[in-house]
Nanobody
Framework: QVTLVQSGGGSVQAGGSLRLSCEAFGRTFVNYAIGWFRQAPGREREAVLTIDYNGGHPYHADSVKDRFTISTNNAKNTAYLQMNSLETEDTAVYYC?????????????WGQGTQVTVSA
């Protein structure tokens, strides 16, 4: 069983940066895909960035291209979401997720979510 614990987030002005962390307990990210998702008020949850533990199959939403990056430190069992040039439209609850490779986009394991608020 994988437990994901998030940290980071908070409030920032537009143009600022934040980094979110997602630490895995119970096992490592090896052989897993890792994803960052977000859900804004009144909107459906959307995938922001996803990647396999070894860097394969990277995906990013068009809205975060060249601003957000995903990375992993397998030695620390931690994934990161670096968010730069934040915009008010990035305000949302952000979630990390993990799924064993080969299981498709089931995303069986989720972090607790963390609020990111970007003010003008």
């Amino acid at each position: 069983q994988v437990t994901l614990v998030q940290s980071g987030g908070g409030s920032v002005q537009a143009g600022g940066s934040l980094r979110l962390s997602c630490e895995a307990f119970g096992r490592t990210f090896v052989n897993y895909a890792i994803g960052w998702f977000r859900q804004a008020p009144g909107r459906e949850r959307e995938a922001v960035l996803t990647i396999d533990y070894n860097g394969g199959h990277p995906y990013h939403a068009d809205s975060v291209k060249d601003r957000f990056t995903i990375s992993t430190n397998n030695a620390k069992n931690t994934a990161y979401l670096q968010m730069n040039s934040l915009e008010t439209e990035d305000t949302a609850v952000y979630y990390c997720a993990a799924e064993r490779l080969g299981n498709g986009n089931k995303w069986s394991h989720w972090g607790q979510g963390t609020q990111v608020t970007v003010s003008a």
